[in-house]
């Protein structure tokens, strides 16, 4: 991206953020804190060409605001920008939260949601009397006709903000998946990355069968969202009294806090450094999702005047217990475990056989003749992007179930590594096929505990049989040295013809679809065996996605 592309960009974003038409000095002043030095006139110039293109209208002399297909533009048309801009986007809230405790005034992070009927807003009251949320301060308001109504709640960055204005700076790590045992908080289950991804961590996690915090409600047992950040261990007993006085004027959401390099929840604390985990703010809003009503959720994108607030609820019956800290598993990341897998595969191209890296996929065994329709159905509308090979697997312990198996991506790397080619996946993505092609959404696998496309399929975000909409794919992007690059492209072919989904080799320094990697290395964008399953799941069919991973022989494979 040229440096007149980023300033258009930035502009954009700016202009996102404000409610109102917004002129070119103001505009100017905010790119100046962001470190581009544009005057006026420049801003000007840059901002007749996003009129042009039709990112921003001008608004007679208050200024311009930003388009539907502006917003479209700064969604998907960056996401190799965007994996960096969602960590800088929450160190900018951390910042410019100002609230101060003693005084209980100043702006605090909100996440904002929409809800449609009065059964939802008992719900969310319910969530918040049990003491599973950050703050039961909100800030309500009725969105339109009917029974729509915009509530507001304090975000766990919030905390964040406050402890840097008291000198202490926390360093957010990872957004995920608390496991609750008998009340108690057990360990992470999954987690992601704040860095190097263009979906917010908890964000991810809004799905239904992801949450159970109505179960931790009722039976004490469930996951809930959390975040989890390191503080330099020096400054614990203040971070303790801050926390404690927050508690004091209802903003609460500590689950947990470590002694000095003491490993918590599944998560390693290195010496010097202690954790601390907080519930996500978002967590009455997924007990809402749970039970199938529609609900709009925006994570963490603006402040609000914490004297607008008032509480929900009066009485909190804290259902969480002090956790014990004492689970000593550690929570393997998504490329460690996928390294081992690229290792145990040894297809041989040449002979056309040998062990594969397989996702198993279970549905019921009345659901199999109508999925492998659908698996076919998708294949021959898009051979090119849809891998026709898959595999019948008995379920281990449920006769009533069956196991589709399909060919995973790591398969491509480890036949080049197998082959002295180093192939590192990079990134998980939904790639939309419009023209040109575009990644609209990218999650690092070094950082995620969970496969990204597990994900995107959980929140619905494929499009591979809808005809309404353009068609959404899962891909990943691997990344190889570009000294191996004429080696990997005779090897890459090669698979391509036995039916292995490659949509695309790079060039170095190559924007691939609109995402990129490091210097030296080029990328190639492969698809998922996971498109063919997502596609069932599409047409309402129920199905365990990727429930294991195994290596199963090539050869044994059928094809569609």
């Excluded at 100017?28 to 209208?57: C, P, S, W």
């Excluded at 964040?160 to 057990?186: R, T």
């Excluded at 978002?282 to 402040?303: H, N, R, S």
């Excluded at 899962?474 to 004429?486: F, G, Q």
């Amino acid at each position: 991206m040229s440096e007149s592309e980023r300033r258009m960009i930035e502009i954009l974003r700016i202009l996102n953020k404000e409610e109102k038409a917004t002129g070119s000095k103001l505009i100017a002043d905010e790119l100046k804190e962001k470190g581009f030095n544009l005057g006026e006139r420049a801003v000007r110039y840059h901002m007749q060409i996003l009129d042009e293109k039709g990112y921003t209208e001008r608004m007679g002399y208050s200024g311009r605001q930003i388009t539907d297909l502006g917003r479209e533009k700064l969604e998907k048309g960056l996401i190799y920008d965007q994996v960096d801009f969602i960590y800088s986007k929450f160190e900018e809230l951390i910042y410019l939260t100002n609230f101060n405790y003693m005084t209980k005034k100043g702006n605090v992070v909100v996440n904002t949601s929409t809800i449609y009927n009065e059964d939802s807003y008992n719900i969310i009251k319910d969530v918040f009397a049990s003491g599973l949320s950050v703050s039961p301060y909100v800030n309500l308001n009725d969105v339109g006709k009917g029974d729509a109504m915009e509530i507001k709640t304090i975000c766990g960055t919030t905390i964040d903000g406050i402890l840097l204005n008291e000198g202490i700076a926390s360093q957010p790590l990872y957004g995920g998946l608390l496991k609750i045992e008998d009340n108690h908080p057990v360990a992470f289950k999954e987690l992601i990355s704040y860095k190097k991804t263009s979906v917010t961590p908890l964000d991810a996690f809004i799905a239904p069968e992801m949450t159970s915090v109505l179960d931790v409600i009722n039976d004490g047992t469930g996951y809930i969202p959390a975040n989890f950040r390191l503080i330099p261990s020096v400054v614990r007993q203040k971070t303790i009294d801050i926390l404690s006085k927050l508690k004091n004027i209802g903003i609460n959401g500590t689950i947990t806090i470590s002694e000095d390099g003491e490993n918590i929840l599944g998560l390693p604390v290195n010496k010097g450094m202690i954790g601390l985990a907080i519930i996500g703010g978002i967590t009455p809003f997924c007990a809402v999702q749970e039970l199938g009503y529609d609900i709009d959720i925006k994570i963490g994108e603006e402040l609000e005047n914490f004297e607008k607030m008032n509480p929900i609820v009066g009485n909190i019956d804290y259902k969480l217990k002090k956790s014990s800290n004492r689970d000593d598993s550690k929570i393997p990341f998504i490329l460690s475990k996928s390294w081992n897998l690229i290792h145990q595969a040894n297809f041989d191209i040449e002979k056309e056989k040998g062990d594969i890296v397989a996702n198993i996929s279970y549905i019921k065994k009345e659901d199999l003749d109508a999925a492998i329709n659908i698996m076919k159905e998708s294949y021959e509308s898009d051979e090119k992007h849809v891998n026709p090979h898959y595999q019948i697997i008995a379920h281990p312990d449920d006769d009533e179930k069956i196991g589709i198996a399909t060919i995973c991506s790591l398969s491509i790397d480890g036949v080049l590594v197998n082959n002295g080619i180093k192939s590192t996946p990079k990134y998980g993505g939904l790639l939309e096929l419009t023209e040109p092609a575009l990644f609209i959404d990218l999650i690092s696998y070094n950082g995620s505990s969970i496969d990204p496309h597990k994900i995107f399929i959980a929140k619905d975000m494929t499009s591979i049989t809808k005809t309404n909409e353009p068609k959404r794919l899962l891909a990943s992007i691997k990344e190889i040295p570009y000294v191996a690059r004429d080696s990997s492209v005779d090897l890459l072919d090669k698979m391509s013809k036995l039916g292995f989904s490659i949509y695309k080799i790079g060039k170095p320094r190559e924007l691939i679809y609109n995402a990129k990697v490091d210097n030296y290395n080029f990328g190639i964008v492969t698809g998922s065996g996971l498109n063919s399953i997502a596609a069932i799941k599409e047409k309402g069919i129920d199905i365990e996605v990727k429930a294991d991973t195994k290596l199963i022989p090539f050869e044994n494979m059928d094809k569609l």
